[in-house]
């Protein structure tokens, strides 16, 4: 089919084709241009920094970059972030005669504001008995 031969269907007809064509592509086009939009408002809900700060309103601030994997320093923080508004905080902590961290502090936080604090202590370890160290 020449140039000449297209031009000579009815402009209705191939009007209508192109139409036709667009319509089909619109969904893709659409989640193609809204797809990074989503993706970049999206931040990770769990993540790992060095240091953490409580304001005086007890909001949980944290310090240092995110980052998803455990920094190698001797005490860093977990943050957890649910879908129920709820904040989960490990402090984990290399201790000596161990090689790996430890959770010296647990907190939660209710919106972003301290709700409650554990502290850690280990008083057994061993086999699956547990034996005193």
Request: proline residues 5%.
């Amino acid at each position: 089919m020449n140039l000449r031969s297209r031009r000579s269907l009815p402009k209705s007809s191939w009007s209508w084709r192109r139409l036709r064509t667009r319509l089909r592509m619109a969904p893709l086009r659409a989640s193609l241009l809204v797809l990074p939009l989503i993706c970049t408002s999206c931040e990770p809900t769990s993540y790992y920094v060095t240091g953490l700060q409580v304001d005086r309103a007890w909001h949980l601030i944290p310090v240092g970059s995110r980052s998803m994997r455990h920094p190698n320093k001797s005490s860093y923080y977990f943050f957890f972030h649910t879908a129920t508004g709820l904040t989960l905080v490990h402090h984990l902590a290399n201790q000596a005669g161990r090689t790996d961290a430890v959770r010296v502090l647990y907190l939660e936080a209710k919106n972003n504001v301290l709700d409650r604090t554990v502290k850690t202590d280990e008083i057994l370890r061993g086999g699956v008995w547990g034996c005193l160290r």
